[in-house]
């Protein structure tokens, strides 16, 4: 299943990204233990919305389990 979920996220960032999207790959990713991945995730959806504050917030988590 979670292969299906991340194909439908990539399928819906491949039109038009979105930082919804972008921070639920993310999230999806670190369930996974891909962490780059994530962080590159949250990151993006940072850049595509600077006020998303879950972005902030599970990128904060996620570097904060890694102690970078």
Known sequence: RAGEAEAAYRSGLAGRPRADLMNNLG???KGQ???HEALDCF???I???PRLA???ANLGR??????L
């Open 62 to 67: 996620l570097l904060r389990q890694l102690q």
């Open 54 to 56: 879950d972005g902030y």
């Open 33 to 35: 233990e891909r962490f």
């Open 47 to 49: 850049r595509l919305a």
């Open 27 to 29: 999230l999806l990713l």
């Open 43 to 45: 990151h993006a959806a």
